[in-house]
């Protein structure tokens, strides 16, 4: 009882932290952002967003509207009524917060109100042998949701086709996703385990690199290249387009390569909680 | 600049593209279920609930709170217009809206429409919640909250809402045009230039 508690007091915690503040890392390329920009359309869009996040900060409410749909990525050691815990977190962090009930049926577009329903939040498990529970929330919005792509590209394809396609991916999302975005990429894997790694490496703070030596290289050359296409913060023109980009892979079969794009707009928001058995919780960054 | 609506089709029509603007005065908030909830009343010939002639239609589905019997708007930053695209040119033309407010840019119908009727579409930044709810200063009505808090009509008073830009103005420019034309053209260079 005590655990499940806890873990419900998390999801209040970690959304209001998330919801009304943004990462340091996130910060610092935002404001590398607005000195690298010389038009003034595109200072002022970067000066709006840096003065409403501090607001926002000091106020403590949520910086953007959309709230987001939260997913939930839980790591370590599981238990029952978990599923459970998270949604009275989120019913109460949207009652308390509040968040906006975003939540709604897909078809009869029915909103109960309270951000749950049938596979609403998502969650992904993780088991493993610790004798904790790491707990990380993105609030995702949908304007840069919106603008997920996923390529089944030939093997023939390649790398080239990768790039092609994450070039391309970005410069039709235009203004919409709320540039400057960070690109969450994921290569590989099945259709599905693509999507999920897009969408994960978008977790990893920008100012810490890829384990991966190649596909470190390759957030380096994309996120490079897209700062070449001109979109700017909000579409309105200018350098800054990507904060940055984040690559995940997997192993695939040998007559596939699987490409999910994953956009997350400017507030990219991500907060986490170790929550240990006797029910203690631990802020982590 | 300061533009208090309602509108007129002179002032609308001065607007320059690149211009920054703010919106004094009456705002409607409204998005993907409140136009379309609009125009189904109104070809069933339905009295609608609002007045926009000359007014300002906000693309937002804002945070609100009910307390004391009154509403207050907690966060408010504008939504992505392009999900409105199959909606706004028969909305300009059935409720003269002048002002379109929102994040991201609509297309050449849109843009057509705007031409024709004397409207501008101003981009707002995208995410700016807390201090475009700062400069509501009051809800004077809500409608359609059957529709759910952020696909609601919201209509409310504003003092400086902004900082706005005139993204695409009422003689038929579209500083998203001018854009995506660089970027097309960018987008072709870089792939010429992609390595292995």
Same mark, same amino acid.
């Given at each position: 009882?005590?655990?499940?508690?806890?873990?419900?007091?998390?999801?209040?915690?970690?959304?209001?932290?998330?919801?009304?503040?943004?990462?340091?890392?996130?910060?610092?390329?935002?404001?590398?952002?607005?000195?690298?920009?010389?038009?003034?359309?595109?200072?002022?869009?970067?000066?709006?967003?840096?003065?409403?996040?501090?607001?926002?900060?000091?106020?403590?409410?949520?910086?953007?509207?959309?709230?987001?749909?939260?997913?939930?990525?839980?790591?370590?050691?599981?238990?029952?009524?978990?599923?459970?815990?998270?949604?009275?977190?989120?019913?109460?962090?949207?009652?308390?917060?509040?968040?906006?009930?975003?939540?709604? +049926?897909?078809?009869?577009?029915?909103?109960?109100?309270?951000?749950?329903?049938?596979?609403?939040?998502?969650?992904?498990?993780?088991?493993?042998?610790?004798?904790?529970?790491?707990?990380?929330?993105?609030?995702?919005?949908?304007?840069?949701?919106?603008?997920?792509?996923?390529?089944?590209?030939?093997?023939?394809?390649?790398?080239?086709?990768?790039?092609?396609?994450?070039?391309?991916?970005?410069?039709?999302?235009?203004?919409?996703?709320?540039?400057?975005?960070?690109?969450?990429?994921?290569?590989?894997?099945?259709?599905?385990?693509?999507?999920?790694?897009?969408?994960?490496?978008?977790?990893?703070?920008?100012?810490?690199?890829?384990?991966?030596?190649?596909?470190?290289?390759?957030?380096?050359?994309?996120?490079?290249?897209?700062?070449?296409?001109?979109?700017?913060?909000?579409?309105?023109?200018?350098?800054?387009?990507?904060?940055?980009?984040?690559?995940?892979?997997?192993?695939? +079969?040998?007559?596939?390569?699987?490409?999910?794009?994953?956009?997350?707009?400017?507030?990219?928001?991500?907060?986490?909680?170790?929550?240990?058995?006797?029910?203690?919780?631990?802020?982590?960054? | 600049?300061?533009?208090?609506?309602?509108?007129?089709?002179?002032?609308?029509?001065?607007?320059?593209?690149?211009?920054?603007?703010?919106?004094?005065?009456?705002?409607?908030?409204?998005?993907?279920? %409140?136009? /379309?909830?609009?125009?189904?009343?109104? #070809?069933?010939?339905?009295?609608?609930?609002?007045? %926009?002639?000359?007014?300002?239609?906000?693309?937002?589905?804002? /945070?609100?709170?009910?307390?004391?019997?009154?509403?207050?708007?907690?966060?408010?930053?504008?939504?992505?217009?392009?999900?409105?695209?199959?909606?706004?040119?028969?909305?300009?033309?059935?409720?003269?809206?002048?002002? /379109?407010?929102?994040?991201?840019? %609509?297309?050449?119908?849109?843009?057509? *429409?705007?031409? #024709?009727?004397?409207?501008?579409?101003?981009?707002?930044?995208?995410?700016?919640?807390?201090?475009?709810?700062?400069?509501?200063?009051?809800? #004077?009505?809500?409608?359609?909250?059957?529709?759910? %808090?952020?696909? *609601?009509?919201?209509?409310?008073?504003?003092?400086?809402?902004?900082?706005?830009?005139?993204?695409?103005?009422?003689?038929?420019?579209?500083?998203?045009?001018?854009?995506?034309?660089?970027?097309?053209?960018?987008?072709?260079?870089?792939?010429?230039?992609?390595?292995?």
């Amino acid at each position: 009882m005590e655990l499940e508690r806890a873990v419900e007091d998390a999801v209040v915690d970690m959304l209001r932290e998330a919801v009304t503040t943004i990462p340091p890392d996130v910060q610092d390329a935002l404001r590398a952002a607005e000195r690298a920009e010389t038009s003034e359309v595109a200072r002022t869009q970067l000066a709006t967003v840096l003065l409403n996040m501090r607001e926002a900060e000091e106020r403590g409410i949520p910086l953007c509207q959309d709230t987001g749909v939260p997913v939930f990525f839980l790591t370590g050691r599981m238990f029952p009524g978990l599923e459970e815990s998270i949604r009275r977190g989120l019913a109460r962090a949207t009652e308390e917060i509040p968040l906006r009930p975003n939540a709604v +049926h897909p078809l009869t577009r029915r909103n109960p109100g309270n951000n749950l329903g049938e596979g609403s939040p998502r969650i992904v498990y993780r088991p493993t042998d610790d004798g904790f529970l790491d707990v990380t929330v993105m609030p995702k919005g949908a304007g840069s949701e919106n603008m997920s792509a996923l390529a089944m590209l030939t093997p023939a394809q390649g790398l080239r086709g990768v790039k092609e396609f994450v070039l391309e991916t970005v410069a039709r999302a235009g203004g919409r996703p709320c540039p400057p975005t960070i690109v969450g990429v994921g290569i590989g894997g099945t259709a599905d385990q693509a999507a999920e790694l897009a969408k994960e490496s978008l977790l990893r703070p920008l100012d810490v690199p890829n384990d991966d030596e190649q596909l470190d290289a390759l957030e380096g050359e994309l996120a490079e290249a897209l700062n070449c296409l001109g979109v700017g913060p909000m579409g309105l023109g200018g350098r800054t387009t990507v904060l940055g980009v984040r690559c995940a892979m997997a192993y695939c +079969h040998t007559a596939s390569l699987p490409v999910a794009v994953n956009l997350q707009c400017w507030a990219a928001r991500r907060a986490s909680r170790r929550i240990f058995a006797d029910g203690r919780t631990e802020r982590r960054q | 600049m300061n533009l208090r609506t309602p509108l007129s089709e002179r002032t609308v029509r001065s607007l320059r593209l690149g211009e920054e603007v703010a919106i004094d005065g009456r705002v409607h908030i409204g998005r993907d279920e %409140m136009h /379309i909830r609009a125009l189904e009343m109104r #070809e069933q010939g339905k009295e609608m609930p609002f007045d %926009m002639n000359g007014g300002a239609l906000y693309h937002c589905g804002p /945070i609100a709170r009910k307390s004391g019997g009154v509403w207050e708007i907690i966060a408010a930053g504008p939504t992505t217009s392009a999900r409105m695209n199959s909606l706004e040119p028969l909305f300009i033309r059935e409720f003269g809206v002048r002002a /379109i407010i929102g994040k991201g840019g %609509m297309s050449g119908p849109t843009l057509e *429409a705007m031409q #024709e009727c004397g409207c501008v579409y101003l981009a707002f930044t995208g995410g700016a919640a807390v201090l475009a709810a700062r400069s509501i200063k009051k809800v #004077e009505r809500v409608e359609w909250l059957d529709l759910g %808090m952020p696909e *609601a009509l919201w209509i409310v008073e504003a003092r400086g809402l902004g900082p706005l830009v005139v993204a695409m103005d009422a003689h038929g420019n579209s500083l998203y045009d001018e854009v995506s034309a660089g970027v097309e053209d960018n987008l072709a260079r870089l792939k010429g230039k992609l390595g292995r």
